[in-house]
């Protein structure tokens, strides 16, 4: 196993995704640093953005089991389309950005 | 009231002690200060005006009846406080005096699976309790987007409302019965009539209502009885973009009434809302340019209901304009709603677009389906104003959620998130934020709506208009208030009840103490 490794936790380089927002990690927004001059960003490293970015997930799917024994979804309805109850769903796809 | 602060050295204080042992009483000033404000908007740059004279930690209803008792010898204000996450100054001691701070009395003390209730302390959390529930099968689903921090005491003060009380109902549909301290230090049982665990009588006067909802002016609660129902098989979150407002209301409004049982809640997010979304980080979430406005939408219960529902659900969601924003999306947006403390923690300076620390602050009404745009569009207003002329506050956006228990349909709890920069407020902008939380709950009045559907009403800026909201009701309010407290200990200044004492009572927001420590 390898040990602690300064350069593997320089976050990638910053993508420009809009005049306010940049990403570094995929789906992990970031205010675009120029609007930060009055409080400037930390320097946050890699696996600390990706521990924060993995218990988010943890929190979210600990959140379901909490309510409910399953989580029922459209793609599941939709997968379905045999079913008698289908009624005529059509499926419509997430809007992409 | 206003009785003299209480010296460190106070022999008030030992028989405090007396009662509660010496870890129940703390009189140090990180006790104190910490338990001061709550997340509602606060005047920050005043704390030392409402900080608490003591903290009294009880364990039992009995030594908080004796706290009552020894406060209304020496007319010291009494304050209850539960999780503190109140959205209102309900929990904040404006004449200062004693905080009651229940979180000790957080036992389960019985789980009745036989007539379905779980009976606790009022210091337990919901997450905790549901923790234990789950082991039996069921479930006692009062769900605030504070979840994990709010206690059943602060539920009762309230009079909370439920994210998912379209089909559950909300906190006073959920408490059965419960034990509450009086003003005057008896110690009594109120329910719909007087058995512990009947959910319907039409005996007496229906005391629940009125020991619920009155931020702690009218006693403390010290155990409560709660319902019990199974824990759902399945949870069905989908959320709709449409391309205007309109037609995201329009949809709203043939959800809602689609008659579906296991529909939890719908909520339509505004066209500001979306923007705040494009624009900030924490919630960024990329959306094409015709996404103007959002429906999201939770059904919970036995598989065998929820999914022919969902379809039909899907359905009449399509049919009234709506696209589906897919499974991640949904679901992952509506796991995060049970915990709204993940709020941004900034906001933007409107001149320049930077970012500056804000903290989260929303203001809530409940207004009827018809006047939901029309509110939308004055509230933004009123909103605009402060941010062009004060420079340190921040529009967020707004949402409409089902408000009627059991029945998602007819009025809305409608919210306008504002973000505050706190560490500049000052005199000035202060008087700017209350006259701007007057303008808005005088909207909802003008529209017949009411100014509050969850937080309460006690806030400086509002508690002006809740005597107007009542009408004749009011003037019982004050009557019943004078006669169960006839010293006016338990939280006085709130809601301008210290006006049933005296018509020319000052208000407790003008002439503060200065120098507290
Ligand atoms: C992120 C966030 C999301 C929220 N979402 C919701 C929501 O969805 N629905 C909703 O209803 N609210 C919501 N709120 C507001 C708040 O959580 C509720 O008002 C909650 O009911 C307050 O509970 P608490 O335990 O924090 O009470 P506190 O804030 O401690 O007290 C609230 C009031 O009750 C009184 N009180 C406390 N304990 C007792 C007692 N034992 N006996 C009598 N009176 C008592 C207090 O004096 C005070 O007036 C939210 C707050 C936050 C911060």
Known sequence: ?97 | MTAPPIAQSDPFLDELRSILGPDGVRADKPARWNRTRVPAPFPVHRWADYAPDVVVLPRTAQEIAGVVRLANRHGIPVVPRAGATGLNDGAVPLRRGIIVDVKRMNQIREIDLVDRTVTVGPGINMLKLNEELRKHGVMFPDDPASYPCSLVGGRIGTSGWSLIGGRYGHTRDLVISFEIVLPTGEIIRVGDGGGRKIRKSSTGYQLKHLFMGHQGTLGIVTEATLELVPRPEVEFAAFFHYPSFQAAYESTGALTKSGLATLAGVVLFDEWKLRYLRRDDEAYIPQAENVRAVVATAMYGTRDEVKPAARRLVRTARESGGTYLGDEVSQGDWAARHDRYATPLHGRLRTTGQVVPMSWHCEDAAINYSALPQVMEEWHAIADRIIDRYGIFDDWGMFFYTNAAHKPWGDYLVEIDIGIWEQKLDDVNWAGWVEAKHDIAAVALKYGGSITACHGATREGDAELAAEEMGGGFEVMKAIKRVLDPNNIMNPGKYELDTAYDPNAPSPFSGRRTGGN
């Open chain 1, 1 to 97: 196993m390898l040990g602690f490794l300064l350069s593997r936790q320089r976050p990638p380089e910053a993508r420009r995704i809009n005049d306010d927002v940049i990403m570094r990690f995929d789906h992990v927004y970031e205010v675009a640093p120029g609007k930060m001059d009055l409080f400037p960003q930390q320097d946050i490293p890699a696996w600390d953005t990706l521990r924060i970015v993995a218990s988010r997930w943890d929190h979210l799917a600990w959140m379901h089991d909490h309510w409910a024994d399953s989580v029922l979804g459209v793609e599941e309805l939709e997968s379905e389309a045999d079913d008698p109850d289908l009624d005529g769903i059509q499926a419509s796809g997430v809007p992409s950005g």
